[in-house]
Each structure stands twice: as C-alpha cells, then as structure tokens.
C-alpha cells in the first residue's frame, strides 16, 4: 500500500496522549503494519530505534502534521518537549533529559521500564493510549483513580512496549489492543492495582496545577518555576535512594526520621529507577516539603550537610532555598 500525501484517515490524538501512542492507533486504522506505516509516513526505518517521544524532531512532526491534517500545535503536545519549563528546565533529544524516565532502547526493544500505565485507565478508556506525563520519574499514581502505577507486564514482567504489538508476523498486522502485552500478550489491566497514598498524589496534583502559569506553590506560600520545584524533588529522590557518600548523613537522618524505604535502586540515573523504589522515596521526599522551609532547614542543620551538595548537580541556583 502506497500512502498519499494525506492520510484518508485522520484521528486527533487523546488528552495527554504520546506521540508513540497516537502514532501506533494511526497506523492500525490504515491497516497497516507499525514499521511499514512509519516507513512510508516518515521516509525512515530506524524510527523505533530511539525514543520517538522523546526525540522526534520539528522536521517530521511538521511531515505528521501535513499527511495527518492535525495542527503542528495540537501535534507538539504529544511530545515530551512539550513539558520543558514544567517537568525540566532544558530539553535533551538526543540524550537523557532530566525528570524524563529512560526507555532503554536497543534497536527495537526496550530494556528498562520507562513507560507507565496505569492497569484502570487501560480498563475503564473507551480507546486505550498511553499517556505522556506516565514517563515522569515524579508521577507514579494515577490521579483519576488513585493508585499506583504499573512499568511492567504483571505476567511475564517485560518492559512496556506497544510499538511490537504487531512484530510476531511479519506481513499482516494484527488488530491492535493496548491492554495486551506485546510480548506475552497477557492483559495489562487485569494488574493488581494498590492505592495511592496522598504523598505520590501530591506530585501529580502540583504538576497537573502547573499548567496554567508554569507555578508551583509551597506550603509556606511561596510560589517558585516548576521546573525548578520538579528538578529539586528529583535531586532529593537521588539522595534518598542512592548511596553517595557525601550526603550520607542527610540520607540516614531522613531515613531515621521518617522510613528507610525497602527497596533502594542502584541505577546510575533517577530516570533508570524502577516504579517502587520512586514511590517510597518519592513520601519521603514529600515529608522534607511539607512546612516549608522548616523541615529541609531542620535536616540541613542536624546533619551538617551544605545545601550546595544537595543541589550541586543543578547547574542554576535556586533562589526560594533557605
């Protein structure tokens, strides 16, 4: 099949629907196999051999928008480049970007759990996607149904891969359904789910107020960037779970306050940490922001940690930090 210059079907991505995720439903309502349609769409075969959400340039969303007959605009908002001056400061297409959960990919798989879900969105949706802020190393709960996030199958525990839905033959596509597992095809939302608690709510709720004017307010009242607030939280959520020996003492005394989480991560990256040990951490990272500043001060002066080392990877000062 020859594609024309516009596509004889034209489908409007879903509220916070990624770019992967609207592309893969466009594909399936041609009839069309995943890598073909992308092939033809874009004039490339190594499209899934990156991280297309995070790396697709102005340049193809603009030929998107053309054969698709959606609005550079509306089409802008399915990229994760959307989120800069939210999530993060600086966007990185090439790279990791901070607050950005890394996919892992090698050639056309996946090896670590970047992509989220949410098991009763996946359920209740009348046409299930994937969303963009479930890449978000700071949101780990659903806030329409308040419970925690999935990163894997809950049967065979592969990574979250929707684009080879259709890779298990290769010439006819096969009918696509977002709860099945590509790999297993076991059902995504028939998951356990756990609920949320009000911490991992918490972040959601502030970056889903963001939108409007780019803001986050604190306890004390005082509003700060988001970005800043995000990126903040994400060098709190290094300390907790990691084991740089420098901040030891802030780490251990946080731990004795409140928790130890069970389940620390060894990744090099926040945005290599799997799901459970970002939302223990994430509570406690909740507990040192409440009563603003008194609590991070408190910490600060019991463990005789400078507040540069906390923030020392930054790159920028923070000028609301007591």
Request: with cysteine; hydrophobic share 35%; net charge positive.
């Amino acid at each position: 099949m020859r594609l024309s210059k516009t596509w004889p079907i034209h489908l409007n991505p879903l509220p916070d629907e990624l770019t992967s995720s609207w592309l893969i439903r466009c594909a399936s309502a041609h009839g069309q196999k995943i890598q073909t349609f992308t092939t033809l769409t874009l004039k490339s075969t190594d499209i899934w051999t990156r991280d297309l959400d995070n790396s697709v340039s102005d340049e193809k969303l603009q030929t998107l928008s053309a054969q698709s007959g959606r609005s550079f605009r509306i089409l802008d908002q399915t990229r994760l480049k959307s989120f800069e001056n939210l999530a993060f400061k600086s966007h990185a297409p090439k790279s990791y970007t901070r607050n950005i959960l890394s996919l892992g990919v090698y050639h056309r798989t996946r090896k670590r759990y970047g992509l989220q879900y949410c098991p009763l969105c996946l359920r209740d949706d009348a046409i299930p996607y994937y969303r963009r802020t479930w890449r978000l190393v700071f949101i780990v709960a659903c806030q329409k149904h308040k419970v925690l996030l999935h990163d894997q199958c809950p049967f065979c525990s592969a990574p979250v891969a929707p684009h080879r839905f259709d890779f298990r033959n290769r010439i006819i596509p096969e009918p696509l359904d977002f709860r099945l597992c590509s790999f297993c095809k076991g059902n995504l939302a028939a998951a356990n789910t756990v609920l949320a608690e009000k911490e991992h709510l918490s972040f959601a709720i502030k970056f889903t107020n963001s939108f409007s004017d780019g803001r986050v307010t604190l306890s004390d009242g005082t509003c700060v960037n988001a970005f800043e607030f995000f990126e903040f939280a994400r060098e709190l959520l290094k300390i907790l779970l990691q084991h740089e020996v420098k901040v030891k003492k802030f780490r251990d005394l946080v731990w004795k306050t409140y928790s130890k989480p069970e389940d620390l991560d060894n990744a090099k990256q926040v945005e290599m940490m799997r799901v459970k040990a970002r939302s223990l951490g994430l509570q406690l990272v909740y507990n040192i922001l409440e009563d603003w500043p008194a609590r991070y001060k408190d910490i600060l002066s019991r463990s005789r940690v400078s507040p540069s080392l906390v923030t020392k990877e930054l790159g920028y000062p923070l000028q609301w930090l007591p």
